[in-house]
């Protein structure tokens, strides 16, 4: 099983709409949780940390499930710039030294 | 103003040389990463620092090297044993909190081997 598993998409959808990604990790010792995003050809940028008790940031809401061993991002309103690659960051270990990134998912907004 | 920096940005090389790629950090972060990205696909961890004169083998260290002799600097050596040394390479730097501490990247480095 792999460490970090995302559904790679793309996904594709209009302006406005609800968009919502999973990620599911492997160890149950990690203890950090992120989502990146990554425009092409760019380095990847910190969207969000992602607490135990779930936390949003504008129109970006992520959640963790330790139980399930998954953590997810809900966009809502989307726009045409949040048309991006979306990586899911977990820490290897319960130390939190390594950092391993899920494969991303593709999101296309289109107007 | 603090920051990754990462050179060069482009680099050509022909195969079996080696080649050096330069990260710099003035974030005063005691953790600095390398990893790899080819076309399509997420970042793979080659080798990580999480203080000077010591670092461990991510998941694809064979035909890499790394040193870090001074906090602020991480170069990355690409061996002739790497087979596939083509890709694009990020080094990242991590605030010293594990548990909540974000990586901060620099701006990459695309290699081509011909």
């Known amino acids: 099983r792999k460490e970090v598993e995302q559904d790679p998409g793309p996904f594709n959808v209009p302006e406005g709409a609800t968009v919502a990604f999973n990620c599911t990790y492997s160890?149950?010792?990690?203890?950090?949780f992120f989502w990146y995003r990554q425009d092409c050809r760019k380095e990847p940028k910190l969207l969000m940390s992602?607490?135990?008790s779930g936390n949003e940031d504008g129109r970006f809401t992520a959640q963790l499930n330790r139980a399930s061993q998954y953590i997810s991002l809900l966009i809502r309103d989307s726009k045409l710039s949040d048309s991006a690659t979306y990586l899911c960051v977990v820490t290897l270990d319960r130390a939190g030294t390594a950092l391993i990134f899920g494969k991303g998912t593709t999101l296309s907004v289109s107007s | 103003d603090g920051g990754i920096t990462q050179s060069p940005k482009y680099l050509f090389r022909k195969e079996g040389q080696n080649v050096t790629l330069s990260c710099e950090q003035n974030l005063n972060h005691d953790a600095m990463y390398w990893y790899r990205q080819d076309p399509g696909q997420g970042l793979r961890l080659i080798y990580y620092s999480q203080i000077v004169n010591d670092f461990q083998k991510g998941d694809i260290a064979e035909g890499y090297s790394v040193s870090r002799e001074k906090k602020e600097s991480f170069p990355l050596t690409v061996t002739s044993a790497q087979k596939n040394p083509t890709a694009f390479y990020l080094c990242a730097s991590r605030t010293n909190d594990r548990i909540t501490g974000e990586l901060f990247f620099g701006e990459g480095s695309r290699l081509t081997v011909l």
């Open positions: 992602v607490y135990s």
């Open positions: 160890n149950s010792a990690s203890q950090s």
